[in-house]
């Protein structure tokens, strides 16, 4: 991904993140169970259950920048050294879940970001700026980040939200040379990369719902993967590991037991061929520290701190496929020796102001010698900080493979066919002719603790291949047919039996998962809800059809009910044109309503036909007949 490209700019700051967390226990999708605050209680409404779902940036700043040149800008070399960035549109952004059988995937919808240089005569107008949305975003590598974590949770847990932006705008952008070289360069499409880490999930906090970002814009060129770097280096236990639980949907009590995760997050990296230097991205890699504070346990709205980490860099011998006669030595020592010493290529110090100020981005050059050996050979990370006791951190792939896909998560009506495309590369460049296997994740129990089967039945989603083989610029495109499953989540020890979520959910996976791929929290690469037929009634009612569906979100949404109660029939007639027009506006507006995109095709096309046909409250004759 280009966002380590130059020329780029780096930011800090804080995000909020104020998701309701009443749909996030399956139990309450069951209006027959009651509500409560009672976290042993079976509808407990988690930690936020008023939340609005908004997502906005908050107090950020340019902190660094390299220009077209690579060189790091120092403050006053350019006036977007301490620019805002901001969540400017006129809506705030919303965070959803896919699904609450998969909450590992959870998207930003409708964000708008502008990076605005006030004007120094006047702090209130601007002097330059440049605006872009950015389209529905999953975050990716999702990791326990806290090393001695005493109270595991969302607190302790870092992600990454990586796309494209589009719909550029530039004002007066001649006023900063960084501005003016990125417009140059990528004038129609940008690319971004933030970090969210030490997330405040304690509502008797003053920081509750907020946590601290850090992040990249840079160039968007052509050719690329829209949301991820061409090479990485990923955790060591990475396949050593179960599959990782959920996050507590509540902090649990202090003293909790700690996270088996790994220790070191992964690390994206590209060769910049031109400068010969290796660029590397290790804010979500290096671990922070949490330390409950003598007062009580919290999080501090600056973050937890990074402690100072020497890294080296390095290749190793000039084999990393051993043939048969080494593959049967016993003694690893006779291995390594036989595969010959590594290389170092650099070493890097690591601080709290790299994380702050460039986004944990580093630049190692490489000498014309090593170069060639690095376009063949995977690269390793090693703490030496202590020097004695040296910890390998994270590597790449012993053959360079690397798998993504553009599109993590979908939402699908019956007879849509979601198109994915799968981007393959070896050692960062494109890698064609390779054959890759794809297959659904097994029906199994609800990720969520309903009483049914995920992925069940499996015939409602098909794959137009089991492989795909790459094209010469690394790519495959993967179809997802997808038909009615049918009512699968269902309440049936309820009389009459009452429906769960809508649809159903889906995971798609292969082997090349294993390779370092971004979504190991969900467990799966592609994730992909499917939604219920519901056939047309002849005459769309309040009581049996209209009313079920938009009482359900008055109850699992409270917030809304602050603002329109849209359990009450009187007052969704009363506010119908407002309703209506918030239902049908395009899913990735922001203003969208249901915030959490579950409405279906056929139930909004009902929807709309009741209000069309006047609203009746109750069936008319024909339908009693």
Known sequence: MSYLSIPRLHFAGNFQADPSTVNNNDENWDPNTQLSNDPNAAGWVYWNPNGTHNWKLANCTVRGAANDQGQFTAPGADPVIGAQVLSSGRYPAKLVDLDPDNQGVSQIWGLEVQVSIPDPADATKVLASVTATMPPTAFADLWNRANNVVRPGMGSMSAAFQAVLQNVVWVNPAASPLLTALQKISASSLSIRFIVDSYQAGSNQANFTFGRVVGTIGPALSGEAPRSAPRRMAQQAFWNLPPPPAVPPNPPPLGGAPSILSLY???????????????????????????????????????????DTTFQLSIPGPSVSPGPSLMALKS??????????????????????????????????????????????????????DTANPVTAVKEDGQGRYVDVDVPFFRLNPLDKGPVTLWATRFGQPWKKASLAVALTPAGP???GGPWQNGYPEKALTLSKSTLTTGKDGTAVLTLPASDPGTPRTYLTDQPPQPGPDGQVYQVTGPWAAWGQLFLFSGAPINVLVFSSYPMPAQPNWDQ??????????????????????????????NASDIEYVLTLPPEDPHHMPIVRDLSADKLAMLTQWFKTGMPKSPGPAALA
């Open 265 to 307: 997050g992964s690390a994206p990296f590209m060769w910049d061929i031109k400068r010969r230097v290796l660029v590397l991205d290790l804010g979500n890699c290096v671990p922070t520290t949490q330390v409950p504070p003598s007062g009580g346990f919290t999080i501090p709205q600056a973050g937890w701190p990074i402690a």
């Open 332 to 385: 690893g020592r006779e291995m390594a020796d036989m595969l010959g010493a590594p290389t170092v290529l650099g070493t890097i110090d690591f601080t709290l102001d790299t994380y702050l100020n460039f986004a944990g981005i580093v630049e190692v050059p490489v000498s014309s010698a090593l170069a060639p050996l690095l376009l063949k050979q995977p690269l390793t990370l090693t703490n030496t900080t």
């Open 446 to 448: 609800a990720s969520n």
């Open 545 to 574: 059809h209209a009313g079920p569906i938009l009482s359900n979100y008055a109850r699992m949404y409270p917030y809304m009910k602050g603002i329109i109660d849209l359990g009450d029939y009187d007052t969704v007639v009363a």
